[in-house]
């Protein structure tokens, strides 16, 4: 039954390649104005809420540019503050959220599949959806993710089978896991009204034959099982990979197998190097999309993975996460994350936004419990400046979000656009204005800036040849003026970009928020401090004798305005901001905000809810507000008879000045649902008042006179302990792959289901008195420990190394011989008890797991 399935879909896939549609599958039609042929799952079932074509993915008819940040629910382990995380997510642009779920923490015994508390994933997929984030749903089985056995029950490494194949024991070894939590993204697609859009199969799986089981044939199935049972339960949606490598493995039509192949590909990429050495960049990897054009044309180019930090390594050579925060900081950010725009990606998922905590027995052995990963959102959920930048390009995304999902690449060049060799450029164009209400003849694009080698941290600058629907410009045109980079820099050019009546011509200052709030437009420039810009715009309202009142940073933003003498009824201007100064000219009809990039950190442009009271951009709603002033705005919403009042809620460290950009018909706001008293009205639609104010004060106990107790932690060396209850570990053969040292019995933990965590070992022999000492191998991982007892004597310990994670000094494994010192050794009975700290399983290769064999050394012998 599962070949004749096998069968239907490589038909299906080589129709795909060949641009025909299968009898037997549902048709596959474009929508109105499409950019060309628009596809839905291979499958009979598939559904037209997602759909995707070589420009995007296109979610309940609006093509979307997926901006996704990676959080695992379970690394943070107190589900009511999922939500804050969450919030933190969409109050920093993103649209989506990509979550790996456990198996191991899932299903931990066999037939026993629990979801309650930390392992929720029902809930957490609930909050998103509350919250106005799409879920890239990542179940496994294997999952990777730094986590021991990548997410495997450490009971299913002891089967015959190979890991990650169709062998049929392991293929039954996840089906209550794997079928549990499919039934519950079922009921949360979007096709049921839930945030789940995309489904991804297995995680990073090759088809090579240097990983698991040799044979291509058998992964291919392995592939396919996973995918009958989604089809099986009911997955209408796209289902992605996530390939390791440029291997295009399971990628649609590729290779000679198409059993298992994937509806949409998706490539990891990981630029950066060490955070031993942070401030060593790789440079940008140029051929991304050329790859991209030559496995996957048709479909949009999908990153499930990009770069957001680094996991670190034991061991006193192991740098710290600030360092991996510094290696992955706001300008690498800046620069590889608009470059991955650059490059045609519109589906970019941040690994790890929030890294949380690899808590418990989750770590695999080459990390520790920390699994900060240098995020944007650190380990104990502070935003660092990383986040502020992230903020800044997912409110650009969604302010261009229409044109940039429908880009065509026009050039990459130094030549063809500057006199500078060392500056670089990429050309994207929206050639495709379907459905538009703006003059089709215009054809917005981005100019994405960079220093030709990317690591550089030199001090670049030239003038940048762009075409507008005015003519062609070399920009900045004020002669003494250049678009400079200093260092690790990368700025977005836009020109043609239209936001209700007015458009900006071009701008050399990046652009952070553009919309239509009541009667006004309103635009948002900013760029690093004490740069000049240039701009050229039409704006409703603005006139060369509009004056700019400072908001933060103080003193007077120097801001030179003339007429266009190139293109009538533009304003021409330029200007340039001293650190955290921002400006604004304020109008019936407009708003124009002119900043250095650190100014908008405390600028916020909440989604209104729609009438489906959800948040999601386009699908729900695309109605936006601007809030300047609190350290974090989490949302927003309009309530009141007549929709007469803005609710925020937010975050703030001490008191302080809030303004609410809002409709002209809003009079009065809350600050966390509590009214707000006193506002002050600049202008209809512009609301001020001051929320929070000090600190609350801790008090710390007085632990000094506490009165402290002890208690015996080591009972086991007891001479009178029982252990007769415990698991006799007398097997004598296994499936594990490592041969045994010496001795009769295998001794490895996980055969007795002791899988995970410190493992107490006692054993027995009668003592002929004549033994002197005991020779033990113990293994537990890198950086493992082990200490040894004979009876209530200790003998000593062991421990294992590593050095952030350098092969050359990893010990996983300890032979050493234990000495009795004199009395120790008792007539009869006697006792070696062994403490041994196994510090999980390892991800991607046959796994001994932790064992301990031992032999005893005689006097005689």
């Known amino acids: 039954m599962r ?78 503050l999922w939500r804050d995380v969450l919030q933190k997510l969409k109050a920093g642009g993103f649209n989506g959220v990509s979550c790996y779920v456990h198996w ?87 096709t049921e009204g839930g945030p789940i859009i995309l489904v991804q199969v297995d995680n990073e799986y090759t088809n090579n034959t240097n990983f698991a089981t040799p044979n291509p044939v058998t992964k291919n199935q392995y592939m396919q099982a996973l995918e009958d049972i989604l089809n099986e339960l009911g997955i209408v949606l796209p289902l992605i990979s996530n390939d390791s490598y440029q291997g295009q493995n399971f990628a649609p039509g590729i290779g000679n197998l198409c059993i298992g192949d994937v509806d949409v590909y998706g490539l990891d990429s990981y630029p950066q190097g060490s955070c031993a050495t942070p401030r060593l960049w790789s440079d ?86 920390s699994y900060d990963y240098g995020a944007a959102i650190a380990e104990d959920r502070t935003l660092t400046s990383k986040w502020h930048e992230l903020k800044n390009i997912g409110t650009f995304i969604r302010s261009v979000e229409y044109d940039l999902v429908r880009n065509t690449i026009l050039g990459n060049s130094s030549s063809k656009y500057t006199d500078n060799p060392d500056v670089f450029v990429t050309e994207l164009r929206n ?78 200052a990046t652009l952070f928020y553009s919309g239509v709030i009541g009667n006004r437009d309103v635009f948002v420039l900013h760029g690093p401090a004490d740069h000049s810009y240039e701009v050229l715009l039409n704006l409703k309202g603005f006139t060369v004798s509009s004056s700019f009142s400072s908001l933060t940073g103080g003193g007077q933003m120097h801001v030179n305005l ?74 927003a919403s309009i309530s009141g008879e007549g929709s007469t009042t803005i609710d925020l809620w937010g975050d703030t460290s001490s008191s302080t000045q809030v303004t609410a950009y809002v409709p002209e018909s809003i009079t009065s706001a809350s600050w966390n649902g509590q009214p707000v008293s006193d506002i002050q009205t600049t202008a209809p639609g512009v609301l001020s008042f001051t929320v929070g104010g000090s600190l609350p004060q801790i008090q710390v106990p007085d ?42 019995n295998y001794l490895y933990a996980c055969e007795y289901g002791f899988c995970e965590g410190p493992v107490i070992w006692r054993g027995h022999f009668d003592s002929t008195g004549h033994e002197t000492a005991v020779n033990l191998s113990i293994s537990g991982g890198r950086a493992f420990a082990g200490s040894v007892w004979l009876n209530d004597a200790f003998l000593g310990a062991t421990y294992g190394n590593s050095s952030n994670n350098n092969a050359d000094v990893i010990v996983e494994t300890t032979n050493a011989t234990y000495v009795f010192p004199e009395g120790a050794l008792a007539e009869g009975g006697n006792v070696i008890t062994v403490v041994h700290d196994n510090m999980g399983m390892e991800e991607a290769r046959a796994n001994r797991g932790s064992f301990i064999l031992w032999e005893y050394r005689d006097s005689q012998l």
């Open 3 to 80: 070949l004749l399935t096998h069968l239907s879909l490589c038909i299906c896939a080589l129709q795909h390649i060949l641009g025909v549609t299968a009898g037997a599958s549902a048709p596959r039609t474009s929508p109105k104005n499409s950019l060309g042929r628009v596809w839905t799952r291979q499958q009979n079932s598939g559904t037209t809420d997602v759909q995707w074509d070589s420009k995007s993915f296109i979610v309940k008819g609006q093509r979307i540019f997926g901006w996704s940040a990676e959080f695992h629910f379970w690394r943070l382990p107190a589900p009511d």
């Open 104 to 190: 191991g923490a899932t299903n931990p015994s066999e037939g026993k599949v629990e979801w309650e508390g930390y392992r929720d994933f029902e809930r957490f997929i609930e909050m998103a959806k509350e919250v106005g984030l799409w879920v890239v749903a990542r179940h496994g089985p294997y999952i990777n993710g730094e986590t021991s056995a990548g997410g495997i029950p450490g009971r299913v490494t002891n089967i015959a089978g190979f890991l990650r194949s169709n062998d049929s024991d392991y293929y039954e070894s996840y089906q209550d896991y794997y079928r549990s939590a499919t039934d519950i993204i079922q009921r949360h697609q979007v």
């Open 284 to 369: 940008f990897p140029v051929d991304n999309w050329n790859y991209h054009l030559a496995t996957s044309p048709s479909q949009p180019f999908t990153i499930p993975e990009f770069q957001g930090g680094s996991f670190l390594g034991w061991g006193p050579n192991s740098p710290q996460y600030t360092d991996c925060n510094i290696l992955t900081g706001s300008d690498f950010e800046q620069v590889y994350y608009l470059n991955q725009m650059a490059t045609g990606v519109t589906f970019n998922n941040i690994y790890m936004t929030f890294g949380g905590t690899s808590w418990g027995f989750f770590p695999f052995p080459g990390v520790y419990t």
């Open 431 to 508: 050639l495709n204005l379907e459905g538009s209400s703006t003059d089709l003849n215009v054809k917005p694009a981005f100019y994405v800036v960079r220093q030709t080698k990317t690591s550089s941290n030199a001090t670049v600058e030239a003038k940048v040849r762009i075409s507008t629907s005015a003519g062609n410009f070399t920009v900045p045109q004020t002669g003494d003026l250049n678009i400079e980079l200093q260092g690790r820099q990368s700025r977005a050019v836009i020109t043609d970009h239209i936001m209700g009546s007015s458009r900006i011509l071009y701008s050399t």
């Open 562 to 635: 003339e007429p266009s003498n190139s293109v009538p009824n533009y304003t021409t201007f330029t200007f340039s901001a001293s650190q955290n100064q921002l400006g604004r000219v304020l109008t019936d009809s407009s708003i124009l905000f002119l900043g250095d990039t650190q100014s908008m950190d405390n600028l916020f442009a909440p989604i209104i809810p729609g009438a489906d009271g959800s948040t999601f951009f386009l699908t729900s709603s695309n109605q936006t507000v601007l809030v300047h002033g609190p350290d974090l705005l989490r949302n």
């Open 703 to 744: 632990l000094t006179n506490a009165e402290w107790k002890v208690a015996d932690g080591l009972p086991e060396i007891q001479k009178d302990y029982d252990d007769s209850r415990w698991v006799v570990a007398n097997k004598t053969a296994t499936t594990n792959p490592f041969f045994k040292y010496y001795g009769d």
